[in-house]
């Protein structure tokens, strides 16, 4: 799905499947999770073929050309970091873990043009702008319900340059949608929830 968001654009990658022993990304409307990163860099098997088909969607669905700054949001440990970092110009890579940041700092990213930062997204700004702002599975976790998730989209629309990319990644989920295959991941939304909430956002129309 693409959307204009007053000159701004915005994509979305939905991914179905993974692998059967990943389990519950977050807390739906819970609040924060708990830091997963804790005492391993790869709490998510990150070699397995979902996460490599998800990143290679996400990176695919990058624009052509020349692609100035970006902002990675919930960069975990690193491993989208190391593919997004040679496309920019410079990249922010934030999450909201300490852990994940130490570990992330330990890979090979960039070639100086990664910087590693805290970022809650469900109530920190921004504070710049980007040409590039990517959000993997993060929106799952924001804590509020859709109130929350429009919070942290608005947040997202409002850190991007006039013409910039929001690219965002999130699995199906078989509650949003029976049809068609999905996770059953209790108490989290999955994809077609992310793109309802962000559909009807004054920033954000359909294309």
């Known amino acids: ?6 000159g701004q654009q915005v994509k979305k ?3 179905a499947g993974g692998p059967s022993g990943r389990g519950v990304p977050g807390g739906g409307e819970g609040g924060a999770p708990a830091d997963e990163y804790e005492g391993t860099p790869d709490p998510w098997d ?21 692609l100035g ?17 040679p496309r920019v110009g410079s990249l922010v890579a934030t999450d909201i873990s300490p852990a994940a940041l130490r570990w992330a700092r330990t890979r090979p990213v960039g070639a100086g043009n990664v910087a590693f930062r805290t ?7 921004i504070g710049e702008t ?34 910039g990319h929001l690219v965002m990644a999130h699995a199906h989920l078989f509650a949003d949608d029976p049809s068609a295959p999905g996770y059953t991941w209790p108490g989290v ?12 956002l004054p920033a954000f129309t359909n294309k």
């Open 130 to 163: 980007y040409d590039v702002i990517v959000a993997s599975e993060v929106l799952y976790l924001v804590p509020g319900g859709w109130r929350g998730m429009r919070r942290a989209l608005g947040r997202l629309a409002d850190g991007l340059e006039p013409g």
């Open 46 to 66: 990150n070699e397995s073929a979902y996460e490599r088909v998800k990143y290679a969607q996400t990176i695919g669905m990058l624009p052509g050309g020349p």
């Open 1 to 6: 799905m693409a959307t204009t968001a007053a």
């Open 119 to 125: 970022l809650d997204i469900s109530r920190d700004a």
């Open 69 to 85: 700054r970006a902002l990675e949001v919930a960069c975990g440990s690193g491993w989208l970091s190391e593919l997004l970092a």
């Open 13 to 15: 990658v939905s991914v």
């Open 189 to 200: 939304v999955g994809a077609e929830t992310v793109a309802r909430v962000a559909a009807p």
